[in-house]
């Protein structure tokens, strides 16, 4: 069974389309991410959310609005997609009372491109 | 973005050699250090953690050294196998902050 899968994997749209990758998690963690990949295989936390409740906003812009609805999901929507949007996107979980200090669990990635 | 000047710095090694990938950090704060190796296609993968509070961790082929005075943590492979090509990520975080800062990776290739 995978632990954190993320669906779609793979993603060609347009610029400006309005674009969702869903991600879900069975490992029982509390706690959810949301990292970018960039081409040079920068890795940037961009949210995460602990039961449910929005605890970290990297400074992404608007465009991107993350969504749980429970513990276990963790969606991303992008509005109006821009050529830098373009980027492998990862989504994570950790157990509880360890976020920031214990493993994370990654997925294999949404890759986005946008034409 | 923050990406703009990186590159992604490369090391090659032979079959059976012992590797060593570094990296810096800049959080004299950072209590918590961990390196994550990730293959083509994949997401990261969890190899070995260190807290601050130790200066070397052993795990099976893999060792990871701290040094805080310097700010620097390696990650040692014993005798490298053509399954260890990845790229290699160390990450830290600080107790509070809640969430792992990723360094910029080394890709590791093995020659045969």
């Known amino acids: 069974d995978t632990a954190v899968s993320q669906t779609p994997k793979y993603l060609v749209t347009q610029m400006g389309n309005d674009k969702s990758i869903k991600c879900e998690q069975n490992l029982g963690h509390d706690t959810m991410y949301w990292y970018k990949q960039d081409s040079k295989k920068f890795l940037k936390i961009m949210f995460s959310?602990?039961?449910?409740?929005?605890?970290i906003n990297e400074t992404v812009p608007n465009r991107f609005s993350p969504k749980s609805p429970d513990k276990a999901h963790l969606n991303l929507h992008i509005n109006s997609l821009e050529l830098g949007d373009s980027a492998v996107y990862f989504c994570?979980?950790?157990?509880?009372?360890?976020?920031?200090?214990?493993?994370?669990?990654f997925g294999e990635g949404s890759r986005l491109t946008v034409l | 973005g923050e990406s703009v000047g990186r590159h992604l710095p490369t090391l090659s090694v032979q079959e059976g050699d012992n590797s060593i990938i570094n990296c810096a950090y800049s959080?004299?704060?950072?209590?918590?250090f961990i390196w994550y190796k990730q293959e083509s296609g994949k997401g990261p993968q969890f190899i070995i953690d260190?807290?601050?509070?130790?200066d070397k961790r052993q795990g099976q082929r893999v060792t990871v050294l701290l040094n805080k005075t310097v700010k620097h943590l390696s990650l040692q492979i014993a005798a490298t196998q053509p399954g260890d090509s990845a790229v290699y990520f160390c990450?830290?975080?600080?107790?509070?902050?809640?969430?792992?800062?990723f360094g910029q990776g080394t890709r590791l290739t093995i020659n045969p």
């Open positions: 994570a979980s950790s157990p509880p009372g360890l976020a920031g200090t214990g493993e994370l669990f």
């Open positions: 260190i807290r601050s509070n130790m």
């Open positions: 959080n004299s704060a950072s209590d918590y």
């Open positions: 990450a830290e975080s600080t107790q509070g902050a809640q969430k792992l800062v």
């Open positions: 959310y602990n039961n449910k409740e929005l605890i």
